[in-house]
């Protein structure tokens, strides 16, 4: 139990659908964060949210569009996917944005792209 | 820019065996630097860090020591388990300001009986 709880594990999604992913902390954290994680690859940051405020969007395309509702709710929304957006989706949070803080990881959304 | 240089994998060892794995890094100021671990069909955990040069960190038999000197950070345990397979990130953030965690590409261990 890391602290960070990702839903859902696994999803399978056409194209043309609208999906959502959802994090949520219960750590107390302030900052939150998605990645990307596709294989042979490092890990990608996307988006950043400090505060509820999105501090960070790393040239993602508008396709991913993220929502921060408050500091412990975190969401993708995803539409018109395509098939190189399949990937491991991880969610992270971190007490601030200070250097030595470590980001607690949630097991992420394994996504398929159909 | 900063950046983060880890071993290509896998790398297979025997239980009991010594493991080693390497990781360097750049950067443009002073970096805190982390290993995390990621066991299969789960997120990245954090294992171990240290925040500034000459420290050492540990945890669950693992330790790494941050080497300025060299800008490494290799990750070592002196008797691996068969539960210790798992991919193994390193990263490192700049502690000034707000800063991107950047890992490296991350390194297979396979640990058999």
């Known amino acids: 139990e890391t602290g960070v709880t990702q839903t859902p594990r696994h999803l399978v999604m056409g194209m043309t659908n609208k999906k959502s992913l959802k994090c949520e902390q219960h750590l107390g954290h302030n900052a939150m964060y998605w990645y990307k994680q596709s294989a042979k690859k490092p890990l990608e940051l996307m988006f950043v949210y400090n505060f509820k405020e999105q501090t960070e969007n790393n040239s993602v395309p508008s396709r991913f569009s993220p929502e921060c509702p408050n500091s412990s709710h975190l969401f993708l929304h995803l539409h018109t996917l395509q098939p190189e957006d399949s990937a491991l989706y991880l969610c992270?949070?971190?007490?601030?944005?200070?250097?030595?803080?470590?980001?607690?990881f949630g097991d992420g959304t394994r996504l398929s792209i159909l | 820019g900063n950046s983060v240089t880890q071993m290509e994998g896998p790398v297979t060892l025997s239980e009991e065996a010594f493991l080693t794995i390497n990781c360097t890094y750049t950067a443009t100021g002073y970096p805190s630097l982390f290993w995390y671990v990621q066991y299969p069909g789960e997120g990245l955990q954090l294992l171990l860090k240290?925040?500034?040069?000459?420290d050492k960190g540990s945890n669950k038999g693992f330790e790494a020591t941050y080497r300025k000197e060299t800008t490494s950070f290799h990750l070592e345990k002196g008797s691996v388990q068969v539960s210790d397979s798992a991919v193994y990130f390193c990263?490192?953030?700049?502690?000034?300001?707000?800063?991107?965690?950047?890992f490296g590409t991350g390194t297979r261990l396979l640990v058999s009986p």
């Open positions: 992270a949070s971190s007490q601030g944005q200070e250097g030595n803080q470590p980001q607690h």
């Open positions: 240290a925040t500034k040069a000459d």
């Open positions: 990263a490192l953030r700049l502690n000034t300001g707000f800063q991107k965690l950047v």
